[in-house]
């Protein structure tokens, strides 16, 4: 069965699939080179980058349901974020991977679950990784460290001190 030349075609054909799709998503990123304001054509004159992005999704804006995020780049490759969610508050410090809003970056995060006093669910603070696509979808995926709990907390995380934020959305540079 397994020296019969049909289950070596069968192998082959399974491991060139799965070299074509983690080849394809690896090295099918684009360049900078590709982007028309970084590499300007045929005359072309540049665009200016974005430095400012809107963002909203499931998990943004803190780690709540549903929120909202905006981003200011300060420098070429830093950021500052604040953003507001179903029920949460965030405040970010972002560390780009190129020096234009529409790059993939790490962020260092404080996030509010819940709100005040008696709504209060949590406060952490964590690293997060946030990719963005070329044109408008950004995934999130950080850890955050619990460093103050309020009453809500234990009835929905447990004795859980380190918590796992993920977020999808659509962002909009401008």
Same mark, same amino acid.
């Given at each position: 069965?397994?020296?019969?030349?049909?289950?070596?075609?069968?192998?082959?054909?399974?491991?060139?699939?799965?070299?074509?799709?983690?080849?394809?998503? $690896?090295?099918?990123?684009?360049?900078?080179?590709?982007?028309?304001?970084?590499?300007?054509?045929?005359? %072309?004159?540049? %665009?200016?980058?974005? =430095?400012?992005?809107?963002?909203?999704?499931?998990?943004?804006?803190?780690? #709540?349901?549903?929120? $909202?995020? @905006?981003?200011?780049?300060?420098?070429?490759?830093?950021?500052?974020?604040?953003?507001?969610?179903?029920?949460? @508050? %965030?405040?970010?410090?972002?560390?780009?991977?190129?020096?234009?809003?529409?790059?993939?970056?790490?962020?260092? %995060?404080?996030?509010?679950?819940?709100?005040?006093?008696?709504?209060?669910?949590?406060?952490?603070? #964590?690293?997060?990784?946030?990719?963005?696509? =070329? =044109?408008?979808?950004?995934?999130?995926?950080?850890? $955050?460290?619990?460093?103050?709990?309020?009453?809500?907390? =234990?009835?929905?995380?447990?004795? $859980?001190?380190?918590?796992?934020?993920?977020?999808? #959305?659509?962002?909009?540079?401008?």
């Amino acid at each position: 069965m397994f020296g019969s030349v049909q289950y070596k075609i069968m192998v082959m054909k399974h491991l060139l699939v799965v070299f074509l799709l983690c080849g394809g998503s $690896a090295f099918g990123q684009y360049t900078p080179d590709e982007y028309p304001v970084r590499s300007p054509k045929f005359n %072309q004159k540049p %665009q200016p980058k974005e =430095k400012v992005a809107l963002a909203a999704g499931l998990g943004h804006g803190g780690g #709540g349901i549903v929120g $909202a995020e @905006v981003e200011l780049m300060f420098t070429e490759r830093f950021g500052f974020q604040m953003g507001v969610g179903l029920p949460s @508050v %965030q405040f970010g410090i972002n560390i780009h991977f190129d020096d234009w809003v529409r790059s993939s970056y790490i962020s260092f %995060q404080l996030n509010n679950l819940g709100g005040f006093e008696s709504n209060h669910i949590n406060t952490s603070l #964590g690293p997060h990784f946030y990719y963005r696509g =070329k =044109k408008w979808l950004t995934l999130g995926l950080g850890t $955050a460290f619990v460093v103050s709990e309020g009453p809500g907390h =234990k009835h929905i995380f447990g004795e $859980a001190n380190l918590l796992i934020n993920i977020s999808v #959305g659509i962002y909009f540079p401008f």
